[in-house]
């Protein structure tokens, strides 16, 4: 049987949702497939996160991941919106929820760092739930 394909969602792709495809990768590879897409791309992933997820996890995001569209990744079992602060686009699926986090682009490692450790949180809740 083949693992649930969990698509992580936010607008622009380029900050939240990027660092919970990490995360999903790294931490639950075992249970499911992460990806992350947005309705807008970005040129490059938000270089606070690229650089506190190298520093905290050792893992280079610029090297993995790019910001995605929602067309350019698989059909998806299950989306998680990230808390869009618009209208949080709209995927297919079998299951859906909603993480409502602020967006921490512009603010200090601090904050980037306390969203990095919810993300965390709600990818090992994730885990446990698939």
């Not at 992933?45 to 996890?57: C, E, T």
């Not at 709209?90 to 986090?101: S, T, V």
């Amino acid at each position: 049987m083949s693992k649930p394909k969990v698509a992580f969602i936010c607008v622009h792709n380029s900050c939240r949702s990027q660092i919970a495809e990490a995360l999903g990768k790294h931490l639950a590879s075992e249970v499911f497939e992460s990806y992350s897409a947005g309705t807008e791309t970005k040129p490059q992933i938000n270089q606070d996160a690229v650089r506190l997820m190298k520093q905290i996890y050792g893992i280079d995001m610029e090297k993995t991941q790019k910001s995605k569209l929602l067309d350019e990744i698989p059909p998806i079992d299950v989306v998680v919106t990230m808390g869009c602060n618009v209208t949080c686009p709209y995927l297919p699926c079998k299951k859906r929820e909603d993480w409502g986090l602020l967006d921490p682009s512009g603010k200090s490692d601090d904050e980037f760092k306390k969203i990095i450790r919810i993300i965390e949180e709600k990818i090992e809740e994730l885990k446990t739930k698939l």
